[in-house]
Structure formats: C-alpha cells, structure tokens
C-alpha cells in the first residue's frame, strides 16, 4: 500500500475515511482543529448526497456529541472530534450513550494537552474510561493514531460502546509516515425502532447497567487481540509505555544504544485492560518502569494486579519518583529515569542554561479588531473596572497593556463571571467573548444574565470567524447578534466597529453609565481571515512623524516634563484624541498652559486624575507651585479664559474647572500624602540670599532658591508671613489655616526675620554687604487717593487697610450703607467682607462695564448672589456727606445731569496702590525705577540695575496677581542662580516661561460634557459668616471634570500606541526616544492614528479607504 | 543509529511550520524516514516556535531524543539563544542575523538584545555558528516572506546537502537540493517559486560563507563563520 506522510490529526481523518465513517461532527479546538477542519474540506469537495461524508462544525461540542450519537443509532458510522475541554462540555450525554448503546461504530476524539500548550488544563481524561465505561485508545504516534482510529469502530460495534480516542499534542501534531488503506464505502442502516433499547428511563437504564458489564468485558477481550496492547519481550526490566512517551521512550532507547537490552511494552488501548494477559506478561519480569505522562493511571492499574495476583514484580514510575505528574515528558526526562530505574544509558547530558532573554508572547495580530475594542474599553472604563474574558484570540487581551482580563475559566464564562462578581459586590462589570464562543455557550450565560437583570456589560467580540484555532466559519453568519441579544429581553443592544475608536469609546461609555444587562457587539471581520481568501486589498501602512511624535511643544519654551506618564494617562490620551474632531492642527502649547504664570502642565493634572492618579497629578501641581492651598482658591484663572472647550459652540461653552481641579489634587495630597507639598531642599550651594518681603512672590522666590541649594533669610515688615495672603484677601475666600499650611511649609525652610522694614529697620545697602544677593518683593501698599471735591462722608478708607484691618479683627468702621469704588478683586473682596461685617447695603460701583471688570467673573456673581449691587460704568464724581456722587459713562460720553448720589456711611476705596516711596528714601544703594516709580526689571530675570538685587512681585511694572507674584519669584530664583552661578546650573531646573498675552484658539469639536461645579455654601447662610465659600470637588466630580479636559497640549513622553493600544507593528526606535511602524506587520488599520494625541501617524499613502475615514 | 535532529526556530509568522514541512515532504520524495514536530498552538500569533525535523531509520518521536540538536535553523537571533538548551558542541546553528524585537522588550522600553553578543553566547556553546545578514538579502529578493527559503538555502550552502563528513558523521542534511526546491515549489506554490528559488540560492551563497557583500547592503559581511 502507498505511504503517506501525515499529521497526526490529518491520519485520524483518513483512518475514518478508511472505516467508513459517515458522520462527523466536532467544535475546533486545539490541538484537535485539523481533524474537523480535514473532514470540512472533504465534505466540500463531496458535496451532499448518496456516498458522500456528513459534516457539520457544531455549535459546541454537546451538540457535536450529541448528533454523532443519533448518527451512529440511525446505523452511520460517526466520529466527533474535540479538545479535552470540549468533551467536559459534552458530559451529561457522554455519560449515557454507554448506557443506550450504539448501533453503528461511534468514535470519539478528544485531544488532551499535556503541558497545557494551548489550554487551561491537562486533565487526563483516561479516567473518564472506567468512570463511564468507555474504552480508551491512546496511540503513541501519527501511524497508530491512523490505525486505531480504523479498528476503533470495529471495538465499538463489537462492544456496542462508543470508543475515546484519546491524543495528545504531540501525537495530534507530529508529522510522520502513515500507511494507507483502501478508502471503504458509506453505508447506513437506518434507525430500527426500539424503545426499550433507547430510551434510558430508569426501569430501562437499570437493566442497561447489569447489560453494561458484559460489554465492556468484550471490549476487554477485543483489545487483548487487537494487537494495540504488545507485550512483547521478556528480561528481569521492562518498560511499560503508553501514549506519546511510549515513542519517545523507543527512540531514547535506540539513541542511547539500550535497544532490545530493555523490552519496551506498549499499551495503546488503556481501558479496559487486557488484564489476564498483563498478569501473565508479569509474572515474568523482576521491575516494570510505568512511562506515562500525567496521572499514574495505568501504574496504578498494574499495581492493583500485582496486588491481587501476589505478583512480585517492582513497580517504578510516579510513586516511584522516577516521573513526574505534570507536563509532557521531554525524552531527557525518560532518559534520566531508565538510567536510575535499570542503570542503562548515561544520565541526560547537562544542558546549557539558556541566557535571561525577553519571552515572546504570541499577541494579538496588528490591525487585531480585538485589540482596538478592548482599548476602547479601557479607555472608556475607569481604570479600576473589572473584565472578565472568555475562550479565544481575545484572551490574549490579558496581556499588557491591554489587561482585560481579570479572571476566566471556559467558554461562555465571560458573562457568568462579571454576572456573579456584579451580584455580590454591586459593582458593574465587563464579560466579554467572541461570536463563536457566544453561540457555544454565551448564550445561556447572557439569558441568564438578562433574567436577573445582572448588572454587567456584556460584550461580544464578532470578528465572524473562529480564528483562534484555524479560521473556521463561525455560526455568526446565520444569525445577528443583536437579535439574538433582544430576543433573549436584552432591552439596551448597541453595535459599533471597533476601527471607530470614537464611536467604540462612546458606546461603551453609554453602557458604563446604564444600568442592568447591556449588550455591546463590537463587529469588525478578522482582517487576518480577510487576507487569506485575497479579496481584501491591503490598506496602506502607517508611519510616525518625528517632527511631532513625543514632541512637547513646551520643550520649546524651556520647560522639561518632570512627570512620567502612565498608562492610565495614555488611556485618557487616547480617549480624548479619538473622540477630538479637529477642524485645524492643534497648537503646539494647550492654550491653558500658554497663559499659565507658572507653566503648569495642566492637562497633565487632569489627565492623571481621570487615571485616578493623584500623586501624579500633584506632582504636575508641583512642579512649580508654591504655595497649593492658596494659589488652588485664590489664583485669577487665565487659564480657565484660555481653555479651548470655553470657546467651543453651543452649550458645553464653559471652560474646565482647572482651579478645582487643582484644589481636589492640593486637597487630595493634604490627606493620603502630604509630603508632596513640601518644599525640596536642594545640595547646599555655599550661597545666601535675604528676601525682602514674604508675600507670595518672596515666599516663591525662597522655595525655589531654597531647592536650587541657597540658604534663605526671609524678611517682613509684618510680624506675620503672608503678605496679601494674610492681610489682603478674606477668609470666605482664603481661609486662614489654609495660608497656616502653606506658610509653615515654607517657614520650615528659611530663617524667617518678622518687623524688618525696609527704610526702617534695613536698607538694601546693608543687606547686599550681608547676603550674597537680595530680592526684592515689597509689594505695592500705598493706596491710590481718591481726590473729589465735596464734603466727605462718615468714613473714607483704603481697600487694602479695610481687609486688612477685618482679616486681623481689628475694629473697623461699619454702616448700614456700604460703597466701594473699584471694579477690582480687591473691590469685590472689600464688599463682600463689608456685608460679613455687618452692612445692610452694600454697593459696588466701577467705571468699566460689566464685562471689562477686573475681578473674577465667579467673584461678581457670588457677591451679587448674596446682595451686592454692582453699579457698573459710573465715575465717582464727587464727595457728600452722605456718600459719593456718580456720573454714568457710556464710552468717552458722559452726563453730568444724570449725576446720581450713592448713600453710604462707609466709602472703601479700591483703585490701586503704589509703591511705598520710603522704603528706598535713605538708601545708599539706589535701583533704577521706572515713570511710574516701580522697580525697573529685566522681565525674564527679574535683574534690577543692582547686579545682586533682583525684584519682582507688585514692586515691578507688570499684572498684579497672587499666582503671577509667585512666577515672579521662581524666574528670580533662576535669575539669581544664573548670575551666582551661572547659566549651566540654573537650567538645571525650569523657571516658568513668560505667559503668553496672545491666546492662540483651536477649531476642535469634541462630545458635549456639561462643566462639573464646585459645591458652595448657600448665598442666604454665607453672606453673614466668614466660612470659605467655595468647597472642593468631590472625586466622582474631579474625575468627570477632568475627563473634560482636551488634552490640547503635545506631549513628550507619551507611547499610547504601545502603552494603550500595544500594537506589535509599533516599536521604540534605535535611541528610544520616538516610534517607528513595521511597514511589514502595519496592515493600515489606522487606530494608532485615531488614539495619537499628538497625531503624529499618517498613511504612507492617502488612499480613498483613509480619506473616507477622516484620517489625514 | 542514523537519527539527525534538525530544530527550526523563529517567531510565529516567519515560516518555521512551513519550512518544516519543506524538509518533510522532500524526505518522504527522497526516501528518507523521517519525523515533523510542529507544535504551534498560538504561534501564528507573533509568539516564538520551535519545530522539529527528525531525520533516520525507525525515528517514531519528534523530540530531540539522547542528544542537542544536530541541525539548528534560526529564522530570529532571539529565538536561536532560546534554543540554547538544545544545543551543544556538535550543533550547527545557521542564524538570521535581523532580529524581531519581542513586544516585552518594546512595552518596558528597554535596550534591544546586541545580535553580536547574542551570537557570541551562541558560539560559546555551539560547535558551529553562522550568522547571516538576512536584511539585505530578503531585500535582493525583494519579498520578505522568503526568509525561511533564504535560511534552508543557507544551511544546505553551509553544510552541503548530501554525503558524510570527514569525521563520518551523517550529513546534517542528508537531502538532495533538487527535492528540497521541489517540495518549496509544493508547498509555497508555483507562482512564488522564482522568488523562493532565488531566495535559496542567495542564501546557499551567504551560507558557504563566499558570497560576502552579496546585496546585504548594510556594509557588513553577509556571513560569519568562527
């Protein structure tokens, strides 16, 4: 007869062909998928018809079970084919068909994975043989594995049971020589009516018991001259080998030169065992060495006949030590233990160690539809959501980055898992598993799921194929998902393809925020599968811009990113860049961090709070934020002026809450880690600087000199630090043991020296003799007069001397009627605090008109939310005795006679302050000023025309804010540096860059997010007390705000496309610093483009596919 | 007892399956008893693969059996140094010199392996090592997926096809180049045969070590021999 060379799986299909089988059923699963996949293409190639082989992939392996059966009944001879895990699915009919009995010959092949190669699980299913009483054939190599598969159907019609053809991976897997036979002809009987015979009630299923036992013993006797079971040999030691090992075991033996010195026994056919025939074969040996991998079945066989029989032969194996329970048997492993058992051949040589190198995987393909679902998913769930996975390409989803899976056990588990975990802690969670696996076994789950309302997210993953073993067709085909899902009463079923990041996203966003069983099919067909049959024309590949790939735009003004980013951020990343519809490039700085006086990256504060990432996000508030508590209330929000989503259309037109943003993270470190906030002390320098003044601008200047390594004295004309933070601003806004913490933070560091004046008590003269240099930062305290002819009401007082006087609890004038001319903070500050002092009335009146108002826009509107009146665009005109006179301005125009008399027994006046001219008057060291009599100052440096003295603060030309004080001083602190120690080392670390006056827009659409708001006191209960108005975030609102965030900014460091997307086509380039696309794996999917916030990947060539998709 | 044992690595993707097949069915055309293991599991996946070619008389198992390899065929010079177990001082290892950086590797942004020093290790326990510049040579053919070709060719150029050594040993690769190109033309098809043909002979220069600059590209020699 000819020979052919055949795998293992593909001789089990020629050998059935050669016993005529007529039926075959099977689910694919590795290692077992060739066996049906063989029978699929003869059946195509047969057609249906008289003669020709029935085949069907069935929905799960029950099923295939199940038909086999009914086939072999109705007289065919039928064959079903599955991994070991399958035929466990198959259990309940397994265990009655021995019972029923077959008609025609029924074969099963359940391929067993020693090692677990492809499983979760080597369970040895030899077992199930005497549990169930089903002769077990186990052959050792391709050729045996042909042989026993013809003869199986003759030991099942004899026996009447069906016969468990039993491989491993390596049986199922090995290519060798098969001697073929002839092909035999299909017959089929057809079913003979018979009750009694095949239906298993109890009074018949007792009587097919009794039955039972005379079959199995002519099993016994079939494979006693079945010639499967050779004893063949006699010395003192034998081997006794099954399986795969039996082969090894031979060719050990042959390469060790201890051929024929050492018989080897080779049982294939495990169940029912040939006993009398082994009990003879015993009695003449001294010393069996059992060689089987995984449970010591047939050992513990052999040691139950030498028991019984009295037999004295030695028993080796497992309880032994000379095997062990686990993994296939490597021939090293059976070479080791002949040499121990019978001391033949040498020990197995000693192998080289192999080298510590990086595992390789095997992952998901690139352009994997699996893989751009589930980085949706966890772009779109929080980062703490648990998935659960199922059985299929999809598992490898465990993998990072990609991680979603946070337990799985077998096909159809995804859903049952997240439904249970759901039930009892009451958090929604993710199932997941592909179309086929649904069809298997999802369904049930998913009944089951919607029945009790579980609250989980059921996600099937239809790429339309079983790809993971082979490609087979899926039943997905036949019938939608969807409808399936609703005819199960699923009531909320969406479907989206995965390649739409944006879309994928915000489906799953909607199902994160349902409740009850949701159903989500994320359908993309598998590109891989696509390939194969060469219909689908290849998309062009992508490639990485350098100009723009972790490109930070920042870098260009000098600022370095001290922030790693994470994963968690890369997700939010890639969130808000997929759902970005952008009309224009995006600028290279985010407009928010453009105008921020202190350079703080802010969306990467936000970022790290939608990733739940606090310690991060403070170390972004960090980098170069001085006083926390303070700038998070009090700072004037450029930035929030700035913010892209202010300026977009329609109804989400309000800009992300990035002070309470901020406060939430200040707030956050307070709590879990407040060594965040403490300043960083850096190697002494030898250097020593005084600082004049301890408001914010000299405390910056002092915890920035003091991490640049300087030794810092810090002087005040005021007993108390603090400056405006503690004079000039009220507590509703800033409260006091807020600035407490800021300042001892700051005081811990620095030699602070109370009651010092400058022109008073020191002079600039002394302390550059003193110090190795000074800056200045007196502020600007003289009020600007109010000069109005007219007699003068009750009281008249500076804005700054009024709050001050309140914050100290000095006594202050009052009324019942209170004005305040200004248009500014200050102005706003005095009123509201004039209404906690008990005013009645109280008015705000300022030239600019409404929107020109200096004040914060959330000041004016709390204060008149609590009673203030807000006279806008009037001139103070004129003093009386019971208040001030105004005239109304409308531009340049103005109407003497609409002169209108504002009542007031009080008059704060709130239209700025100068410099205190004394502080220099006997000075012998003398600063350059300018026309208006500030310090003049180099603006990048804060260089004054003294080469040590540095100024900044409200004592130089420029705006007049807490927060831009503080930049002041962080730039003085380099410029000190600089000039003490030069460039090189003070670049060592960043000052802020000069905030951009001109705010560059960006044309950008993105899904609608309403702006989360800050909780705050109510106006009624406030207005009388001195509590803090504005309250921090809470977290489920710091999140949703942050989640707001754009991420307008490029950013330097991030690698989203492997950290969030993990695509194998994406690699670091040779100096790690940017990626670079695989032209050869890339197969143009295009969702690294769709996820890169710094879009930075492009097509190599645009082609109509991409133009449609939007891609540039 | 006649048994050669080949071993093919390379990562999932790049033909090890294929090429063992190759080498099967060009011993079943010759004649010569022999035995595939192609265990793949997820391998098609980008993961690492190993198959066997057991070579001989009454060979039943596809493991390397009593001994290294004889034969190590590496399409990745990561995966030849995973090999390492398997070999020793009488294997032959014909090494790609590209290597495909494992996703790990990428994923921890840690520095790639140096292919120098990774066919340095091999050296240390190998007998015999070539390393083939495979880069500039699947670039002269002009399709990537000639890569297992171009290595199969260069074993047979470094160890040639047919006859014992001097020390008689049996051939490493004891199969007629004529059988080995027909069972390519089988198994990848007559449309690529032109491509894989000279993919084989482009290696089988590389591999004998006489074809250095060819079309390599990259300045370097196109093989190393110790």
């Known amino acids: 007869m000819p020979s052919e060379q055949l795998l293992g799986n593909d001789a089990i299909v020629r050998g059935a062909q050669e016993a005529g089988v007529a039926f075959v059923a099977g689910y694919p699963g590795t290692p077992s998928s060739e066996i049906t996949d063989g029978f699929a293409r003869i059946s195509k190639a047969q057609g249906k018809g008289e ?14 079970l199940e038909l086999a059966f009914a086939a072999a009944i109705a007289g065919a001879r039928s064959l079903c084919a599955m991994k070991h895990l399958g035929l466990m699915v198959a259990g309940d009919p397994l265990s009655t068909i021995p019972y029923v009995g077959v008609e025609a010959g029924m074969v099963i092949v359940s391929a067993g994975d020693p090692s677990c190669y492809t499983s979760p699980n080597e369970a040895d299913q030899r077992h199930l043989g005497p549990m169930l009483h089903i002769p077990v054939l186990d052959p050792s190599t391709p050729a045996e594995a042909h042989a026993m598969t013809r003869a199986a159907f003759d030991l099942s019609e004899v026996s009447r049971l069906p016969v468990l053809l039993r491989t491993t991976t390596r049986v199922a897997h090995s290519r060798a020589e098969v001697t073929l036979g002839p092909l035999a002809k299909i017959t089929v009987r057809g079913f003979v009516r018979d009750p009694a015979r095949y239906v298993p009630v109890p009074a018949n299923a007792r009587r097919m018991r009794v039955e039972l036992k005379d079959r199995v013993e002519k099993a016994r006797d079939w494979i006693a001259r079945s010639g499967f079971v050779r004893l063949e040999g006699v010395a003192d030691d034998v081997v006794l080998a099954t399986g795969a090992p039996a082969a090894t075991t031979h060719d050990v033996l042959r390469v060790i030169g201890a051929e024929g010195r050492i018989p080897v026994w080779r049982v294939g056919a495990v169940h029912p065992l040939p006993e009398r025939e082994l009990v003879e074969a015993l ?166 799921a919607i029945k009790e309302d579980a609250n989980v997210v059921a996600v099937v993953l239809d790429n339309q194929v079983t790809a993971m073993t082979g490609f087979q067709e899926s039943p997905t085909h036949g019938g939608k998902i969807e409808d399936v899902a609703r005819a199960l009463g699923a009531k909320h079923v969406e479907t989206v393809d995965p390649y739409d990041q944006a879309a994928t996203i915000a489906t799953f966003r909607r199902a994160r925020a349902a409740t009850g069983t949701s159903v989500v099919v994320v359908r993309h067909p598998c590109p891989v599968n696509e390939a194969r049959d060469g219909t689908k024309v290849r998309l062009p590949a992508y490639v990485a811009d350098t100009d723009a790939c972790r490109v930070c735009g920042r870098e260009g003004l000098g600022l370095r990113c001290e922030v790693p980013v994470t994963e968690g951020y890369e997700r939010n990343l890639a969130r808000v860049a997929s759902q970005r519809k952008e009309r224009e490039p995006a600028p290279e700085v985010a407009p928010c961090a453009s105008v921020c006086p202190l350079s703080l990256c802010i969306q990467g504060y936000a970022g790290h709070i939608v990733a739940g990432e606090y310690a991060e996000a403070t170390a972004h508030v960090m980098a170069r934020t001085v006083l926390p508590e303070s700038v998070c209330r009090v700072c004037h929000r450029p930035c929030e002026e700035a913010c892209v989503r202010g300026a977009m259309n329609g109804a989400e037109k309000a800009p992300i809450a990035i002070n309470d943003l901020k406060r939430f993270v200040v707030e956050w470190a307070e709590r879990e880690k407040p060594e965040l906030l403490l300043p960083k002390k850096g190697a002494p320098s030898g250097l020593r600087a005084a600082v004049v003044g301890a408001g914010s601008s000299g405390l910056a200047v002092a915890v920035e000199l003091v991490a640049r390594g300087w030794d810092v004295t810090l002087l005040d004309a005021s007993e108390r630090a603090g400056g405006l933070l503690t004079h000039g601003i009220p507590e509703h806004r800033l409260p006091e043991e807020a600035v407490a913490k800021d300042l001892a933070r700051v005081l811990d560091v620095v030699t602070f020296r109370p009651g010092m004046r400058l022109g008073r008590d020191t002079t600039l003269a002394k302390l550059t003799k003193e110090y190795d240099a000074v800056y200045l930062a007196i502020g600007a305290h003289a009020p600007r007069a109010l000069d109005l002819p007219g007699a003068k009401p009750t009281a008249i007082m500076p804005a700054l001397e009024y709050l001050r006087a309140s914050r100290m609890s000095a006594t202050v004038p009052t009324g019942n009627h209170v004005v305040v001319i200004g248009g500014g903070n200050a102005a706003i500050d005095a009123a509201r605090t004039a209404l906690r002092d008990g005013a009645e009335r109280v008015t705000v009146a300022c030239i600019e008109r409404r929107a020109a108002m200096p004040a914060l826009a959330d000041e004016i509107v709390a204060a008149e939310h609590e009673g203030i009146f807000i006279r806008t665009a009037v001139r103070p005109s004129g ?234 | 007892v006649s048994r050669t044992q080949i071993l093919l690595v390379g990562v999932g993707g790049q033909g090890v399956l294929t090429t063992a097949q190759i080498l099967g069915a060009a011993a079943h055309a010759e004649g010569v008893p022999c035995v595939v293991g192609q265990l793949h599991g997820m391998s098609q996946r980008g993961g690492s693969v190993q198959c066997t070619v057991i070579l001989g008389e009454g060979a039943e198992s596809s493991m390397l059996c009593g001994r290294e390899a004889d034969l190590v065929i590496a399409f990745e010079p990561i995966e030849a140094l995973r090999a390492l177990p398997q070999m020793g001082p009488a294997t032959h290892v014909v090494t790609s010199r590209t290597s495909m950086i494992p996703f790990e590797i990428v994923y921890k942004n840690e520095r790639p392996p140096d292919v120098d020093a990774m066919v340095a290790q091999l050296r240390e326990v190998a007998g015999d090592v070539r390393a083939i510049d495979t880069r500039g040579l699947v670039g002269a053919v002009g399709e990537t997926r000639t890569l297992n070709v171009l290595m199969l060719g260069a074993a047979v150029g470094a160890w040639p096809a047919i006859g014992a050594d001097k020390s008689g040993r049996p051939a490493l690769l004891p199969l007629g180049e004529g059988a080995l190109l027909e069972a390519v033309r089988v198994r990848c098809g007559a449309k690529y045969f032109e491509l894989n043909k000279k993919a084989f002979e482009l290696g089988k220069t590389a591999g004998s070590g006489t074809g250095t600059g060819t079309g390599t590209g990259t300045g370097e020699k196109a093989v190393e021999a110790r």
């Open chain 1, 51 to 64: 003669g020709a082989i029935a085949f069907e992939y069935a929905v799960n392996e029950k099923i295939a």
């Open chain 1, 283 to 448: 009695r003449k040996v001294k010393r069996v060495l059992v060689v089987e991998e995984l449970s010591p079945f047939l050992e513990d066989r052999i040691l139950a006949l030498a028991h019984r029989h009295k037999l004295g032969v030695e028993v080796l194996g497992k309880h032994t030590n000379h095997f062990p329970e686990e993994f296939e048997y490597e021939p090293h492993i059976i070479q080791r233990a002949l040499h121990e058992a019978f001391g033949v051949g040498s020990a197995p040589r000693k192998r080289p160690v192999m080298p510590v190198i990086s595992s390789r995987a095997p992952s998901l393909c690139p352009g994997c539809p699996h893989r751009a679902a589930f980085s949706a998913a966890r772009s779109a769930f929080d980062e703490d959501q648990l998935f659960f996975n199922d059985i299929g390409c999809y598992t490898l989803g465990y993998a990072p980055p990609l991680r979603t899976a946070d337990a799985l056990l077998c096909m159809g588990a995804g859903f049952t898992l997240a439904a249970g975990v759901a039930r009892v802690t009451g958090k929604r969670t993710v199932g997941t598993m592909g179309d086929s696996t649904f069809f298997h076994a999802g369904m049930p789950a998913l009944l089951d």
């Open chain 1, 879 to 1112: 003093w009386d005795a019971r208040g001030v006179w105004v005239v109304p301005v409308v531009g340049d125009d103005e109407n003497e006679d609409d002169e209108d008399l504002l009542e007031a027994e009080l008059v704060i006046v709130a239209i700025g302050q100068n410099l205190d001219a004394d502080a220099f008057a006997r000075d012998a060291v003398t600063l350059d000023r300018t026309p208006e009599g500030l310090v003049a100052v180099d603006r990048n440096t804060c260089a004054t025309s003294h080469p040590r003295v540095f100024a900044g603060g409200d004592a130089v030309p420029g705006e007049r804010s807490v927060t831009a004080a503080m930049a002041w001083g962080l730039r003085a602190a380099w410029g000190m540096d600089g000039a003490l120690r030069g460039r090189e080392i003070a670049d060592r670390r960043s000052p802020p860059a000069i905030p951009s006056t001109v705010v560059r827009g960006w044309s950008v659409d993105a899904p609608f997010a309403p702006r989360r708001i800050a909780p705050e006191l109510d106006p009624k209960l406030r207005a009388r007390s001195s509590s803090e108005v504005m309250q921090a975030f809470s977290e489920i609102d710091a999140r949703a705000e942050a989640m707001r965030c754009l991420m307008c900014g490029k950013c330097g460091n991030c690698r989203a496309c492997i950290e969030a997307l993990g695509c194998p086509a994406i690699a670091m380039d040779a100096t790690r610093a940017q990626v670079v696309v695989d032209p050869v794996w890339c197969i143009g999917c295009g969702v690294c483009a769709d996820l890169c916030s710094n879009r930075a990947f492009h097509p190599v060539v645009a082609t109509e596919a991409h133009a449609v998709k939007g891609v540039p």
